[in-house]
């Protein structure tokens, strides 16, 4: 590896000094379509020459990235090695100017977020809500899927129904349920009250709360998985399920053997994505509890906020710091679950 | 689309730093023409209540008979929501508001930000002049002038008169007196004898003044919030939830609390004059009459309720300050605090509103002003505002016994010494 790596530099290196450089391009597990192995400069020309059309078409897009992601990004990074606030930012308004004094304090602000013990009670909770809500979500959607793969009366209308809270724009669903959660005067706990039970401090008590957000967000996210996992199911050939009958395999068998095998590579990549996502679900947490009852469902992203937007100054310096810090997270994630699917032989 | 907040409000986040830095530098006198008639649209951010904004909408939008050229943009923001708001709109300065409701507690930290327009001279003066002093201070930042004050509250015990007598006792006027009256409401009607709002921290301040405490000693630039004091004063707020004598919420507190007290779920509540027009919408109180109001309950030392209100202020970076000034001394002047002193029981911030007959037979008036008078004036710090977020978390979790009356009190310290840097 280390070998490869110091020859494309090497070639690199001579690519940029004269034309004849590409031919020390040689080799069995040399790349000629300019992507990987460095620069070759007449595959580049060549892949130009041939594509140009394809580059031109993806050119708006890079630049449209670079600018909404690309730039705010490094902006972040950026102003997260600095002790920037709301308070020493330059700007002008009306007649009042005032100027930058904002310094570069290094990684100052990733010591002091580290070494705060809040951190560490928000990343486990974090860490906790992702896992609670993503396998919850999977084994019920998974079973509901598997439910409405049959044939029955009135698919279609199941179906429908049970999309619905995709469909529902997200903070509408949100501030439904915290009425329905309201101890006072939510319909929960006159259900309850009807069944002679006394009333759950569903938003309350910290447990409950826990309990309450984790239960909304499953809700939101079944459809999801559902839609998904079904269309797995169906895209799993009919003549197995046949064959296994034939062979005598009882419907767990045949689920075990052929249902998750098949579903295997829809599964994965519903499990990164809504991993991903819970853990950056800011709504319903913020919407539903805004992180209590006092800071106890407050999770990495809600936090990051609380830095930014609720305490004053707003310090851009350490909320960015938390936001880098949580991408740096779900890197290491992605990167983790990659290599561990690649060695199960998953192609990814 | 799921993760969009999250990632807008860290684009937000990034974007409000970048965009900061190129603010409006458009001429400020712009609106008043050659001939000194005023022209041009003012935006109001108005912060008050469901109950009240039909009321003020109604006033701003009359400033139009005055100034005809003149168009008011009525803009309701709730309360809850507004301080974050008006920064947002402020540091972008898109979509910015040219007058603010601002609570006296944010004043200070919008002037120290930038974001405020001094009052022009003539008004200053007139504000030293001719309102209440405790009110005009609240305005004031670094011995400058940034807003006039529209109107001044403080919080004080409402109850229900039936439910009391029905249950024979009088207003409680100590905190003592209340676990008792509770207990005998509880006994005697059922219900609840005191809603506490548990979600909010500006409901905590009259337990700390009751037992002889605060949050901050700005003079000596002391956090007092963690002391003996501050203590005792989470110790009654856990004591009077578990000991039956109030409930409390920790989500939808306002709502909750009102909806309790309207139908007479509970027999007393904790609140201010914003409250009163709502309050009279309820069953409870079809019977105007109905309704008193006490002074706060006692502590352990003295009865003590924070003194609020609201400033009017103007954005620095309004395109049309001219007509904006015109519009807050419009909003200001004695006759539309006549007015929502009288539609609304709020009080006025003028000394000479008080001599009027519509305010002067206000029963609610008649109650708060000599309360407003002897209520406890906050530190105007440019920080004030932001002690109540984590004064909030630490006050929530004592209430619901997530965490322990001590352990509260000295994380909120902890917490207000990293917002006050360099405080003991």
Known sequence: MAAHTSRSVAKAAGSEAGPDAGTAARGPSRRTDGK?????????????????????MVTPVVLVLGVIIGWPLVRGVYLSLTDATERNVGRTIGANHIEATYQFVGLDNYAAVLADPVFLQRLVWTVLWTVACVSVTFALGLGLASVLNREFKGRAAYRMALILPWAVPGFVSVFAWRFLFNRDNGILNKILDGGGISAVPWLDDPTWAKFSVIAVNVWLGIPFMMVALLGGMQSIPGELYEAAEMDGASPWQRFRHITLPGLRTVSMTVILLSTIWTFNMFPVIFLLTRGGPGDSTEILVTQAFREAFVTSPRDFAVSATWGVLILLLLMIFALVYRRSLRKQGEVW | MRRGIAATALVATLAL??????????????????????????????TSNDAEKASFQKLAEAFTAKHPKVTVKYVNVPYGDAQNKVKNAFSSGSEAPDVIRSDVGWVADFASLGYLAEVPADTAKKVDAEFLPQAAASGKYEGKTYAVPQVIDTLGLFYNKKMLADAGVQPPKTLEELKTASAAIKAKTGKAGLYLRGDDS???????????????????????????????????????????????????????????????????????????????AGDQFKDKANLGVAAVPAGSVKAGAPQGGHDLAVYAGSKNIAAANAFVDYMTSQEVQVQSAKELSLLPT?????????????????????????????????????????????????????SSPEDAAKAAGVEFRKILKGWK
């Open chain 1, 36 to 56: 990987a192995g460095g620069t070759n400069r007449p595959g580049l020309k060549r892949a130009l020459a041939t594509h140009w059309y394809a580059w031109a």
């Open chain 2, 17 to 46: 730093a970048a965009t900061a830095c190129g603010g409006d530098t458009k001429d400020a006198n712009g609106g008043a023409k050659a001939d000194g008639e005023l022209s041009g649209t003012v935006t109001w951010w108005d």
């Open chain 2, 202 to 280: 500006y409901w905590f301040l009259p337990l700390i003044y009751g037992e002889g405490g605060d949050l901050v000693d700005a003079k000596t630039k002391t956090v007092t919030v963690d002391n003996a004091a501050g203590v005792k004063a989470f110790k009654t707020a856990r004591d009077l939830v578990t000991s039956g004598a109030a409930i409390t919420n920790a989500t939808d507190g306002w709502t909750n609390m009102q909806t309790a007290f309207k139908t007479g779920e509970a027999a007393m509540m904790i609140n201010g004059p914003w409250a009163v027009a709502d309050s009279y």
């Open chain 2, 350 to 402: 003028r000394t000479a509103a008080y001599e009027q007959p519509d305010v002067k037979s206000s029963e609610m008036v008649q109650f708060f002003k000599p309360a407003v008078d002897k209520a406890v004036e906050r530190a105007w710090i440019p920080e004030n505002g932001s002690l109540f977020e984590p004064l909030k978390v630490e006050y929530t979790k004592a209430i619901t016994g997530a």
